[in-house]
T-cell receptor, first 116, second 111 residues
Framework: DTGVSQNPRHKITKRGQNVTFRCDPI?????LYWYRQTLGQGPEFLTY????????KSRLLSDRFSAERPKGSFSTLEIQRTEQGDSAMYLC??????????????FGQGTRLTVV | GENVEQHPSTLSVQEGDSAVIKCTYS??????FPWYKQELGKRPQLIID?????GEKKDQRIAVTLNKTAKHFSLHITETQPEDSAVYFC??????????FGQGTRLTINP
């Protein structure tokens, strides 16, 4: 499968624990996005990278959340001191972005986080 | 920032009939409008998109229309089939920015 890959697919954690998710984008896609989706809602933007640079962070992203894309390829999203409200599907998307050309964003299957 | 509103939240149609889902956006600078289909437990997948330099685009049974003046765009599905049942999301983006999604429409096709 050469699409966007996310691991793990499911994660159950106790409140207060730290969790880390990984996203492997489509090869050579320079833009990578993280979204959060709760039941019955559309994906909400969290943050995005162009290559290794984190260009924008949503106000939804509290200081407990951090994302990295150290070599401009895969990305990790870490949540520290998880809370029950963090329970959601975390989606990663990637695309080959140009300033003047709008290209399709491809989504991964997501990581479903349950905080108990 | 951009805000996208989507209606209706649920839609039920008889197989073979047409379905229409509507979205409005707030940022007149947005110039890319994709529609995603998400089946239960699966990733969102692009089904059609439109750029601001055209008013309508069609792909077999699916069409999208865009009214830049009114800042709204719509998804039209004709001759609906059971496999069209899913949640559909509209989105808007300006240039290199992120996609902003609507709240979604759960479409049910009744046999």
């Amino acid at each position: 499968d050469t699409g966007v890959s996310q691991n793990p697919r499911h994660k159950i954690t106790k409140r207060g624990q730290n969790v880390t998710f990984r996203c492997d984008p489509i090869s050579e896609h320079n833009r990578l996005y993280w979204y959060r989706q709760t039941l019955g809602q559309g994906p909400e933007f969290l943050t995005y990278f162009q290559n290794e640079a984190q260009l924008e962070k949503s106000r939804l992203l509290s200081d407990r959340f951090s994302a990295e894309r150290p070599k401009g390829s895969f990305s990790t999203l870490e949540i520290q001191r998880t809370e029950q409200g963090d329970s959601a599907m975390y989606l990663c998307a990637s695309r080959h972005g140009f300033e003047t050309v709008n290209t399709e964003a491809f989504f991964g299957q997501g990581t479903r986080l349950t905080v108990v | 920032g951009e805000n996208v509103e989507q209606h209706p939240s649920t839609l039920s149609v008889q197989e073979g009939d047409s379905a229409v889902i509507k979205c409005t956006y707030s940022d007149s600078a947005s110039n890319y409008f994709p529609w995603y289909k998400q089946e239960l437990g699966k990733r969102p997948q692009l089904i059609i998109d439109i750029r601001s330099n055209v008013g309508e685009k069609k792909d077999q049974r699916i069409a999208v229309t865009l009214n830049k003046t009114a800042k709204h765009f719509s998804l039209h599905i004709t001759e609906t089939q059971p496999e069209d049942s899913a949640v559909y999301f509209c989105a808007a983006r300006q240039g290199a920015q992120k996609l902003v999604f609507g709240q979604g429409t759960r479409l049910t096709i009744n046999p």
